[in-house]
């Protein structure tokens, strides 16, 4: 019997023993409530450790043993299983910050669609450079963690990520302040001019204005 229809068959078992319903698990888990069917009914692959760990939670049992249910641990030496475990905390840490980047992404002032095409070229270069299929293109930001699982990068490709993702969230905070200031001397300046009661021609005002910006951006 293939190990994902016993993995798929385990999991099941244990969810019934703890009477739960798939959407118990899911709630619990965060994984989607089809995913869970899916992998109960050995529809899909054996799932990767990231998940692997949020299951683990889901159905209540240890994440040492779902790994080893799911055959990751299997024929490892005994001498090299620690090892083992660290590989795929450092993947786990990893997918940690990857999840972290995106939420600050997500919450920041300036998040818009011009964000969201910026983070598209930034997981398609990687994807073209490691030679990774993308089929699908991200056309909101909540499929941006689905694809990235999907692409089954290694930890050099993580870390990689990691860093464009933290270039972006700079730039993009960056860019928020610089936007403030500039909305912020906008209303200083028509405070100035509208409460001086005198009339400037459109050449004044222009240099005026200019001279405002630049002691204001000090």
């Known amino acids: 019997m293939e190990t994902r229809v016993i993995f798929g068959q385990y999991v099941k078992e244990k969810r ?3 009477k739960q319903t798939i959407e118990d698990v899911s709630a619990i888990s965060g994984i989607s409530t089809s995913q869970i069917s899916r992998i109960e009914k050995a529809q899909r692959g054996i799932p990767k450790p990231p998940m692997l760990e949020k299951l683990a939670k889901g159905i209540r ?6 790994m080893e249910k799911a055959g990751y641990l299997k024929n490892v030496p005994v001498e090299e299983v620690d090892a083992v475990k660290e590989f795929f905390e450092n993947h786990r840490k990893a997918d940690e910050s990857i999840e972290k980047c995106l939420e600050r992404l997500r919450s920041g002032d300036g998040f818009h669609s ?8 930034i997981i398609a270069d990687i994807a073209n450079h490691e030679g990774i299929n ?3 293109k991200i056309f909101s930001h909540n499929g941006l963690t ?4 999907s692409m089954d990068l290694n930890l ?3 870390l990689e990520l990691i860093d464009k993702l933290n270039e972006l969230s700079i730039s993009m905070q960056s860019n928020s302040k610089e936007n403030k200031v500039y909305i912020e001397i906008d209303n200083l300046e028509n405070c100035i001019f509208s409460q001086s009661g005198v009339a400037l021609d459109d050449d004044t005002q222009a240099q005026l204005k200019a001279v405002l910006r630049a002691v204001l951006k000090m």
């Open 146 to 149: 689905d694809l990235i699982n």
């Open 16 to 18: 019934l023993a703890n």
């Open 61 to 66: 049992v240890p994440y040492e043993e779902l």
């Open 156 to 158: 050099t490709q993580k």
């Open 134 to 136: 993308i089929e699908e």
């Open 114 to 121: 011009s964000i969201i095409k910026e983070l598209e070229n």
